[in-house]
């Protein structure tokens, strides 16, 4: 119920106000596991596609959310429970297992997730080497992977701010892509980086970023 409120009501407002230009929509399976696989620019990134998409998108999201106290963090709770995002603690040494975990349960129930392979959002706009957790989902489950374009989030909310700005987004979604007959036979290691590569150039086909090369590193804390 919360979804189809979000969905009905928010998502609707929010659309009026930014007026995101959307293509390729129709490449969203509406049935069935499905990967989204995007590139990552904002904190607004996870809000954004499952505004959008067709179909309820889960993303993960840290902890921290679930747990705010008073009126703002019943608010935020009641928010991000609507919107899908499932809360994991990122700091907890087997964060990285756990969420293969929560994404493998929810593309066995036939639910889309959302991922963002560089791991981390990218502070100069440009696009990272992909991480092969996005690989691992798609062979396990068999599931189709949607390569998802983002450009102009950071002009809505940019990185080190709390509040979004009005401004423009545009959101690609790409033809699905199938994995797991072509590398049925490929040694598990080289079918993730072979897999992920090929997932990381269908999203540079919709972005047209410029390549770091490189894999992208959370920013220090201290």
């Known amino acids: 119920m919360l979804y189809l409120t979000s969905r009905m009501v928010v998502a609707p407002a929010l659309r009026a106000v930014f007026r995101p230009t959307v293509e390729g929509a129709h490449h969203v399976p509406r049935t069935g596991g499905v990967i989204l696989a995007s590139n990552h620019l904002s904190f607004i990134d996870s809000i954004v596609i499952p505004m959008v998409a067709p179909r309820q998108v889960h993303f993960l999201a840290k902890a921290s959310y679930f747990t705010g106290t008073g009126l703002k963090g019943a608010a935020l709770r009641v928010w991000m429970t609507s919107m899908g995002m499932i809360p994991v603690e990122r700091d907890d040494k087997r964060a990285a297992a756990k969420s293969l975990e929560i994404a493998l349960d929810v593309l066995q129930r036939g639910g889309a997730f959302g991922i963002y392979p560089e791991g981390t959002r990218s502070r100069d706009g440009r696009l990272y080497r992909g991480r092969t957790g996005v690989a691992h989902l798609a062979l396990e489950t068999g599931a189709p992977v949607v390569p998802v374009g983002l450009a102009g989030t950071p002009d809505i909310q940019p ?64």
């Open 159 to 222: 990185i080190g701010s709390n509040r979004p700005r009005i401004a423009h987004a545009t959101i690609r979604f790409g033809e699905p892509l199938r994995f797991a007959e072509r590398y049925a036979d490929v040694p598990a290691g080289k079918a993730r980086r072979q897999v992920t590569d090929e997932i990381m150039d269908a999203i540079h086909g919709l972005t047209g970023q410029e390549l770091a090369g490189d894999y992208n590193e959370h920013p220090p804390t201290s």
